[in-house]
């Protein structure tokens, strides 16, 4: 056994999951408080990467400055969402069904724009971390430490604001009973747009770290999605704990599987994992 | 102070509430009693702004509260004590507490108002950093009860606080339920389907039935009615 | 009786004006028609399932592709094998793939189904599209079996022989055209036959509460697995024409967006009826074309539509015509009624 190659796998995967894990966490926040699933979570990491991507790459705008902004525009475009997608059709029957599908055309509609805004190409971004060093054969790229790190913190941070802050707590008071929650005086409404937005920060986080390691498009949310999907069922719906450490897992799994089964059904395992968990434990593999 | 005149509330096309009347005057304990289905929880829902009337008004100290939203009709001091608890089961009893004074912005008052909470109820002073999920049912109750009492209410709405309770802490909560009344001032709307013990506390009362107010007046009055006494007192 | 009768003359009338439509067109505008009855049947397979079981399939995309695919590799002959560097050269014909593409589909609907139909809302969704997205990957990864992403070329063109007939042989966007609209008709027959029977009515009923039509013993998983595999073959059996019709099967067939075809289709037309899905295919094809609409912008057209759809029209486009202008047809003949009176 080749343990160099093995623990380059290991980084290369668990590197993956932190972003797998990173975007998975705003879809639970998502589900959590309102209960839905948003399909377009996977065009609010487009629209991040896009932007990160094309205003360094492209404009040459200074690294922080272009996640600032596309942080900013993130916010909007999910605060934005949240008003006038979600919340026309927010408690009508059938609303889980109906938001899926509207998120769905909004998926459709943002994929579509970026395409039109950018071109169908993918961007290239380098940035000053992009470099490998080579420490015992292992390939260690500096984009992916930086993921790892600033993920983690951004993991840390929210896990933190959730448990301890007033409004993390009100946060959760509304994804544990939403009617109790109105009847301690919690404005829902208030909540629910707090909840979108930061699930798009979260989104735009993911994106903007991960644009340097793989190139951009305008056509790379569904696939994105799919991870999301599979990492949140996987650990059980609105579960945070749980969606971090499956998403870790995901990635490992991934990279193990292509390095030493087959490299070209690697994205294959997800799916069907996915597929066995909801078949045989539908709550997901951890308890909320 | 709490006044509701013909009220009606639809769900879809079942008519719960019909053409409801009644009226909460100041530190009054008033009781509405009815069997299963009777309406008595859609009517406290839509006291709090949870469920909306089709017709009808509700006016609390003089204003207009039908139209509001929940979280104004708590900031105006109406809380309610939902039926079956429904606390926030993954939080302790001091996030649960914190989160019933979640409009109020002073700290120092919530702390002590913390400590109000437990001189009624003992046991949770002891059980702060315990989830709430895994209280006992009574505690569960005290703790459902503590949270609406962060919010500081003029008006109280409970929602069968007896129910699944065993005797001797059904006791309990009637001489908490006194004495909230009687110390503080509280206003009270007490929703029973446990008859006996809601008269003994109330000092009014009405009578729902498919969600229609058949029957009201004083305590004693509702005691000797015959329907009352048949249909609820099981005499 | 009567209204049958007065139902089954709008139907004529309808496939009159359906047959007259491509006459006299220049021959983009006859495979925009031709396309849109294909898509039309692959609309109204996904509807049964939307629209019937009152189901969210995320899957169907499969069985679109799944159909198509089946002809495309069991038709290529050595001439065309050579081209698409495929090992099969078959050369099947045609009343050879149509059963087998069916055949396949119906399977592999009855085998998905049989394993997802355990799950009710976003859950199914999910496994079904994880179904899918694995035979997606496997399309694109088995190269030498399905051609990876290029997919299968060199299809040869629809040929029908009958003994004592002429050979018939579909190449145009025209000549197509009918045999697409005879396939559509028979499915809108199909269906309406189907929704009409036992079968169909314990269908709707278990639509419009699962649990007291369990109660009163329908048995929702058998019901449910057979109309789904019902949908899976007609979606095969677009498939099965959509490949015929382009000479070429690609990944993106049984991929993503196809998924949001189907999904826009349906719910901008209108679920649960027959003609909704007809004209979600229509306003699908032919609104971006109207207005010249770039490729490009179409998608984000639609993707906008089916937010208003959903919020403003839950029902889609078809029914909330339909409820308007019955209220417009009453309104008119309470305003004779009232003049009646009055002249009295
Ligand atoms: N969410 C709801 N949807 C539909 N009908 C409801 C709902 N909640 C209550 N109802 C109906 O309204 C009536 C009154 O219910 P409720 O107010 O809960 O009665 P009570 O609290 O007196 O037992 C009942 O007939 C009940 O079936
Ligand atoms: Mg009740």
Request: charged share 15%; hydrophobic share 55%.
């Amino acid at each position: 056994m080749d343990w160099a190659l093995f623990a380059q796998q290991v980084f290369y995967g668990l590197s993956n999951g932190m972003a797998y894990a990173l975007f998975a966490i705003g879809l639970v926040v998502i589900f959590g408080i309102l209960g839905i699933i948003n399909v377009a979570h996977g065009e609010f990491y487009m629209m991040g990467a896009m932007i990160f991507s094309w205003l360094v790459a492209i404009q040459g705008v200074n690294l922080v400055v272009a996640a600032v902004i596309a942080l900013a525009v993130g916010v909007i475009i999910g605060i934005l969402s949240n008003r006038l997608v979600v919340q026309p059709i927010y408690g009508k029957p059938s609303f889980v069904l109906a938001t899926f599908l509207a998120t769905l055309g909004l998926s459709i509609f943002l994929a579509n724009l970026a395409t039109v805004v950018w071109g169908a190409f993918p961007i290239n971004v380098t940035t000053p971390f992009s470099l490998v060093v080579r420490p015992g054969g292992i390939a260690i790229a500096g984009d992916r430490i930086v993921l790892f790190v600033i993920g983690g913190a951004v993991l840390w941070l929210l896990m933190q604001w959730m448990s301890k802050s007033l409004l993390g707590k009100q946060l959760q008071a509304a994804a544990q009973d939403a009617v109790s929650a109105r009847l301690v005086g919690i404005n829902l409404m208030r909540v629910y747009a707090i909840g979108f937005g930061l699930a798009s920060v979260l989104a735009v986080v993911s994106g903007i770290l991960m644009a340097p390691i793989w190139t951009s498009n305008p056509y790379m949310g569904p696939l994105v999605i799919l991870k999301g999907f599979i990492v949140t069922i996987v650990a059980g719906m609105g579960n945070f704990r749980g969606a971090i450490i499956v998403g870790l897992l995901l990635g490992l799994v991934e990279a193990i599987f292509g390095q030493y089964v087959a490299v070209q059904y690697r994205e294959a395992v997800g799916y069907g994992v996915m597929i066995l968990v909801l078949l045989f434990k539908p709550e997901g593999l951890f308890r909320r | 102070m709490l006044k509701i005149n013909n009220l009606n509330v639809h769900y879809g096309r079942v008519h719960a509430l019909k053409d409801v009347s009644l009226e909460v005057k100041d530190g009054e304990l008033v009781t509405l009693i009815g069997s299963n289905g009777a309406g008595k929880s859609t009517l406290l829902m839509t006291i709090s702004g949870i469920k909306k009337p089709t017709s009808g008004v509700v006016e609390w100290e003089g204003i207009r509260i039908d139209k509001l939203p929940s979280h104004n009709i708590v900031s105006l001091g109406i809380v309610q004590v939902p039926e079956g608890r429904h606390l926030f089961p993954k939080m302790t009893v001091l996030e649960n507490l914190e989160l019933g004074a979640c409009l109020s912005k002073d700290t120092g008052w919530n702390k002590q108002n913390i400590q109000r909470v437990c001189s009624y109820f003992e046991v949770l002073g002891q059980r702060m950093n315990q989830l709430a999920g895994t209280l006992s049912g009574g505690e569960q109750q005290m703790l459902a009860i503590g949270r609406a009492l962060m919010a500081n209410p003029k008006l109280l709405l409970l929602d069968e606080p007896s129910l699944g309770l065993a005797p001797l802490i059904m006791e309990d909560m009637a001489q908490v339920i006194r004495d909230l009344r009687k110390e503080e001032g509280i206003a009270i709307l007490l929703v029973e389907q446990n008859a006996h013990l809601a008269l003994e506390l109330a000092d009014r009362g009405f009578v729902l039935e498919t969600g229609s107010i058949v029957v009201s007046g004083t305590a004693d009055k509702l005691l000797n009615s015959k329907l009352v006494k048949k249909a609820y007192l099981g005499l | 009786m009567k209204k049958y009768n007065k139902h089954l003359m709008t139907y004529i009338v309808l496939t009159a004006i359906a047959a007259a439509l491509p006459l006299g067109r220049d021959v983009y505008v006859q495979h925009l028609l031709t396309l849109t009855l294909i898509l039309a049947i692959y609309a109204l397979s996904y509807n049964i399932i939307v629209g019937y079981m009152g189901l969210f399939s995320f899957g169907h995309q499969a069985f679109f592709g799944l159909g198509g695919y089946t002809i495309g590799l069991l038709s290529l002959g050595e001439a065309s094998a050579g081209r698409s560097a495929l090992p099969l050269s078959l050369a099947w014909p045609v009343w050879a793939t149509l059963p087998a593409s069916l055949l396949v589909c119906a399977i592999a609907g009855y085998v998905i189904g049989y394993v997802s139909l355990q799950m009710r809302g976003v859950y199914l969704g999910l496994v079904t599209l994880g179904f899918a997205m694995l035979i997606w990957m496997a399309t694109i990864n088995e190269r030498h079996f399905t051609g990876g992403v290029s997919g299968v070329r060199g299809i040869p063109p629809f040929e029908l022989t009958l003994p004592g007939l002429p050979t018939l042989e579909l190449s145009s966007p025209f000549s197509f055209y009918y045999f697409a609209l005879v396939l559509l008709v028979f499915t809108i027959y199909f269906i309406s036959r189907l929704t009409k029977s036992r079968f169909g009515r314990a269908l709707v009923a278990l639509r419009e509460n699962e649990e007291r039509a369990s109660a009163l013993g329908v048995d929702a998983f058998k019901y449910y697995l057979m109309a789904f595999t019902i949908a899976a073959t007609l979606a095969g059996l677009a498939g099965f024409a959509y490949s015929y019709y382009l000479r070429y099967i690609t990944p993106t067939a049984l991929g993503i967006t196809f998924l949001w075809s189907a999904v826009i289709m349906v719910i901008i037309g209108g679920t649960g009826t027959l003609l909704g899905p007809v004209i979600g295919a229509f306003i699908f094809v032919f609104v971006p074309e109207v207005f010249r609409i770039a490729e490009e912008l179409r998608l984000l057209l639609f993707g906008a539509a089916l937010v208003v759809v959903i919020i403003f029209l839950p029902q889609g486009i078809y029914p909330s015509l339909v409820s308007l202008w019955d209220r417009f047809i009453l309104r008119r003949q309470e305003r004779k009624g009232i003049e009646g009176e009055i002249s009295k």
